[in-house]
């Protein structure tokens, strides 16, 4: 179970500031700003048409954020699931509600008349699977199951689902504390895997927090710390460019796993899942070492 736990919302006491073990997503221009950060490094990035392609994804996202935000009655509905020591929208458990197979269409229909032969392919196959099948795709999809859904269809589901749950994230009445102990490689609030990680700027400067690759919250990890298997002392740190890079990767000699860590002091203009996926070149590097991802990219699934 992991060390962070969610709880109802608490005033502040006061006194010297804490860290804050978790920090919800806020929806306010997500999807626009990540919009703007695909198009600029598309411009001169060899994946150019994907990251565009990805870039339109996104503009659906924040056209439904939009146009059919989540219903109230499903924000109403989550003080009940905070509280219990377990994370509250846990995949594994978490009722879906049709809603997110609404949103599911929406990015269909938006993206559809654009799409290029081969996509519209794999948008058909979606606007032809039944309720119960999208819910078993989705189950199989958040469990890791990638080979039963493959990247294709994964991309658009993912989409739709990281939507729904991201709004829920937003909307849930809660804080978080933090326990003595480790557990921390997955999201304390849906448990999905993150990104990446990122040390902040501003009021949490210097801190560690990874993203959650589904529902977008941020969890406080300590640095030089793996944070797939918790091990010290057997990391190493990879870049492409200089010393300073603002992307670099952390890899543990322990598990043989990696992540990236994000540095937005040195570049204002990242946006961490536009970067992460326009800085593929460094994961293959990486990977070319003998190193697995720990993470999941919401943009690239295999299968």
Request: charge should be negative.
């Amino acid at each position: 179970m992991s060390s962070i736990h969610m709880t109802p919302v608490q005033t502040p006491s006061g006194g010297i500031a804490q860290i804050a073990p978790v920090l919800l997503p806020s929806l306010t221009d997500r999807y626009a700003k990540r919009a703007v950060r695909l198009r600029e490094l598309a411009d001169t990035h060899a994946m150019g048409d994907y990251l565009g392609f990805c870039a339109q994804l996104v503009d659906a996202q924040q056209h439904l954020l939009e146009r059919l935000p989540l219903p109230q009655a499903l924000a109403d509905g989550l003080a009940h699931r905070v509280g219990s020591g377990q994370a509250p929208l846990a995949t594994a458990n978490y009722p879906r509600a049709p809603y997110w197979q609404q949103l599911l269409q929406g990015v269909i229909e938006r993206l559809y008349s654009d799409a290029n032969p081969n996509v519209r392919s794999i948008l058909d196959s979606l606007g032809a699977h039944s309720p119960a099948q999208l819910e078993q795709l989705a189950s199989a999809l958040l469990a890791g199951g990638y080979e039963q859904v493959g990247s294709g269809q994964a991309l658009f589901l993912w989409a739709a689902l990281s939507l729904y749950f991201t709004q829920l994230a937003s909307a849930l009445p809660a804080s978080a504390s933090a326990v003595i102990g480790e557990q921390r490689q997955h999201c304390p609030v849906c448990t999905s895997a993150p990104v990446a990680s990122v040390v902040m700027t501003g009021s949490q400067a210097g801190l560690r927090y990874l993203q959650c690759s589904l529902c977008e919250c941020r969890w406080h990890m300590v640095r030089v710390k793996c944070s797939n298997c918790e091990a010290t002392g057997a990391l190493d740190y990879w870049s492409l460019e200089r010393q300073d890079a603002a992307i670099k990767a952390e890899s543990c000699n322990d598990c043989h796993s990696y992540l990236k860590v994000f540095y937005p002091e040195k570049d204002r203009d990242q946006e961490l899942l536009a970067d992460d996926l326009a800085s593929l070149a460094l994961d293959a590097e990486v990977e070319r070492e003998g190193f697995g991802r720990s993470g999941v990219s919401p943009f690239l699934f295999p299968g």
